[in-house]
């Protein structure tokens, strides 16, 4: 019952380079959730976009939602070494109208020194 | 990881046994989960609490059940333990309902059942 799914399923970039992800959804929501996790540690949020919102912005991540495609996007912008690890959307609903935080697959990236 | 521990952080068990893993909180939040990370599915749910004594399934919640008796103690338990189960379980806890608020991961239980 995966709500959220995240495209690329992996991602290798340089030090520096922009890292784009992007997570597709299926009905409607009223919030989504970007949570990043490093190897061998728990989820660690990062940001919450509200349905009516369409861009977010925290530190070097920005965030879009495009409600009307039943997208969104995390832009991490000059990436570093330290940014290497599995990002997950999740939204507050998920298949069949139930209420749940439910979370994608994640993007695993990469960050090249 | 601030403010959340789980209990132990690694178990071999063997097919049959009863295993249990608690999650503890000093956040005083009213909300808590338990989840499981497979390759190939993420995460997903198992149960969750909405207060003392207060839990409810999740998608995967078949072959496991948990107690609340305290604000502060999730407790899962697989009742009789299955090589399906090796997983890593991850137990949460947020302020308020799903809808709208963030979550706040433990450091996972990684839980090998031969």
């Known amino acids: 019952s995966q709500q959220g799914e995240e495209d690329p399923q992996a991602l290798s970039i340089q030090e520096g380079e922009n890292a784009t992800m992007n997570c597709s959804y299926k009905t409607s929501i009223n919030n989504l959730q970007w949570y990043r996790q490093n190897s061998g540690r728990g989820l660690v949020h990062l940001i919450l976009?509200?349905?009516?919102?369409r861009e977010k912005h925290s530190g070097r991540l920005r965030v879009t939602l495009d409600t009307s495609k039943k997208s969104s996007s995390l832009l991490i912008t000059a990436s570093r070494a330290a940014d290497t690890a599995s990002y997950f959307c999740?939204?507050?609903?998920?298949?069949?109208?139930?209420?749940?935080?439910?979370f994608g697959k994640g993007t695993k990236l990469t960050v090249n020194p | 990881d601030a403010g959340i521990t789980q209990s132990p952080r690694h178990k071999v068990t063997e097919t049959g046994t009863p295993v249990t893993l608690r999650c503890h909180q000093t956040e005083n939040h009213r909300y808590m989960y338990w989840y499981r990370q497979d390759p190939g599915h993420g995460l997903r749910l198992i149960h969750y609490s909405y207060g003392v004594k207060d839990t409810d399934k999740g998608e995967v919640s078949d072959g496991y059940s948990v107690s609340r008796s305290k604000t502060e103690d999730f407790l899962l338990t697989l009742e009789s333990a299955t090589s399906s189960q090796t997983s890593v379980y991850f137990c949460a806890i947020s302020e308020s309902s799903f809808r709208a608020d963030t979550q706040y991961f433990g450091p996972g239980t990684r839980l090998t059942v031969l």
């Open positions: 976009i509200r349905s009516n919102e």
């Open positions: 999740a939204t507050d609903r998920g298949q069949g109208g139930s209420e749940k935080l439910v």
